[in-house]
């Protein structure tokens, strides 16, 4: 097939096909690494230490048989089995597949209406892997700082409003008509 057919063909597609059939290709020419690979690294970080259990900590595990191709494990003292993904934000998920398409789109900032569309998932499904990278993230415990760091002072404009027992350092606010009547016309102390 001709360059020049081919370019015509792509432009007179509409944006959508034209941004589907560019991921597509991009997805052929520059394939991102397979999920198993991922997992037999996740699987030799976790277990760097000997093979241990995850539940109790003990070291009597053995193999116990493969499932939707992930090696189980069974622990000999608790009796709880478990797999190379338990204890991940990818455990338990149905798309493996996805995760790696899923958490590129996410740190690029897109929103979750556009992953949706993107990866054709349903949103809650979109809305829950986002909250478990986020909670994996926050697990990972606060970084200590060292060097030069910089910081600037942040204003908050103080709002009490809904407090309850309202706000001790202001009288209240009265409603209706004062008590005391001051008239435009009154007479002032020493005029006639």
């Known amino acids: 097939m ?8 792509f432009t007179d597609l509409p944006e959508k096909e034209q941004h589907r059939l560019f991921e597509a290709m991009k997805e052929t020419l520059f394939p991102t690494p397979k999920i198993h690979g991922i997992i037999g ?17 003990s070291l009597s595990v053995k193999r116990n048989g493969k499932y939707r191709g992930r090696q189980r494990y069974l622990c000999k003292d608790c009796g709880k089995s478990f797999n190379d993904m338990t204890g991940t934000p990818m455990a338990g998920t149905h798309k ?16 979750l209406p556009k992953i949706v569309e993107r990866l054709k ?14 909670n994996a993230i926050r697990s ?5 700082l060292s060097g030069i760091i910089e910081s600037d002072e942040t204003h908050f404009l103080e709002s009490e409003k809904g407090r309850k027992g309202g706000i001790p350092h202001r009288n209240a606010r009265k409603r209706g008509r004062t ?5 435009a016309n009154a007479a002032s102390p020493g005029s006639k």
């Open 121 to 134: 998932m349903h949103i809650s499904t979109a809305f829950y892997w986002r909250h478990k990278i986020l």
């Open 41 to 57: 690294d996740i699987r030799e970080t976790k277990f760097s230490g000997g093979l241990a259990c995850l539940h109790c900590g």
């Open 96 to 111: 493996p597949n996805l995760w790696l398409k899923y958490f590129e789109l996410m740190v690029e900032g897109y929103t």
């Open 2 to 9: 001709d360059w020049l057919k081919v370019y015509e063909n």
């Open 140 to 144: 990972l415990g606060n970084a200590q």
């Open 179 to 183: 008590k005391r009547r001051n008239s």
